[in-house]
């Protein structure tokens, strides 16, 4: 992959370099582009063909690639699945949004904090808070699933988030400290001269300048907890409580005509990606920049 998206940079150089006209090295650059598209998009393209086709249709063995007859059983199924599909999407999205507001409210401060104030053993505690991205979360969902039974957060979309908040800390910790140290300290040194204070300071001159920063780890917050599973599966209990991933989940192991009821599966499937895709595609220009360059212009 590395060496396709080197030619698809420079075409030319490589076009000279394998012997190939400019021209013609810009065509196989083309076309190897759509191929690769098209192995990327063809699973999506299938799952939307089978989210439009009739019950009997979407269990046939060996399937069909594309729908007899059109049709919008599958959605009508999903809406009406147990409590109904807007509880789900209800839950999944309060939890993503609880889980932004935690993530911004706690990693603003901490990067802030070991990027511009000499805080004692700053670098060993930034390495022993990266050191938990090695620690997978699923290991340590039994003793929290105990301990939201005593602080009574187990079925409760806070919880939820508190755990969707701790999965995704240490990289937002990472992304946030780097982004306060990339802002040139002179910009802070002249606010400060002309009577900021901290807070000040940190809102007015910091928050503006790593603005793609917050962007990126909002994205990763939301795409985090709207598509984790585990975590909702052992501290949600109540059938109304459950997440989008949850209850498609359940709608796999249901059974209908000796199978699963695929179309209704592939309905839920297209419906849990729309959200991650336009909260992409609004903030697209500001995740690139805050992934690569720590948000200064």
Request: charge should be positive; include cysteine.
């Amino acid at each position: 992959m590395s060496a396709v998206a080197a030619v698809a940079a420079n075409p030319a150089a490589a076009g000279r370099a394998t012997g190939l006209k400019p021209g013609r090295m810009y065509y196989l650059v083309g076309a190897i582009c759509m191929a690769l598209s098209a192995v990327m998009i063809a699973p999506l393209a299938a799952a939307i063909f089978a989210s439009f086709k009739t019950k009997e249709e979407a269990n046939l063995v060996p399937p069909t690639y594309f729908p007899g007859t059109f049709g919008l059983e599958s959605y009508e199924r999903l809406w009406n699945y147990q409590a109904g599909l807007m509880t789900y999407v209800g839950n999944s999205l309060g939890a993503a949004l609880l889980t932004i507001i935690l993530c911004l409210g706690l990693t603003i401060p901490a990067g802030f904090a070991l990027a511009r104030y000499p805080v004692p053993f700053k670098e060993g505690f930034f390495l022993v808070l990266l050191t938990a991205l090695i620690i997978p979360y699923q290991a340590l969902l039994t003793p929290i699933f105990f301990m939201f039974v005593q602080l009574k957060l187990h079925n409760s979309i806070l919880g939820l988030a508190v755990i969707h908040t701790a999965i995704q800390m240490p990289f937002s910790v990472y992304i946030m400290r780097n982004s306060f140290e990339s802002v040139p300290k002179e910009i802070a040194e002249a606010a400060e001269m002309d009577g900021a204070n901290s807070w000040q300071t940190l809102l007015r001159i910091y928050l503006p300048a790593i603005r793609p920063a917050i962007v990126t780890v909002a994205l990763f917050a939301f795409i985090t907890s709207w598509n984790e599973l585990l975590g909702a599966l052992v501290i949600m209990s109540k059938g109304d409580a459950f997440t989008l991933p949850v209850i498609l989940t359940a709608a796999r192991q249901q059974t209908i005509l000796g199978g699963t009821d695929w179309g209704m599966l592939q309905a839920g499937i297209l419906i849990s990606i729309i959200p991650c895709v336009l909260f992409y595609l609004l903030l697209q220009r500001y995740y690139v920049s805050g992934l690569l360059s720590g948000a200064v212009k």
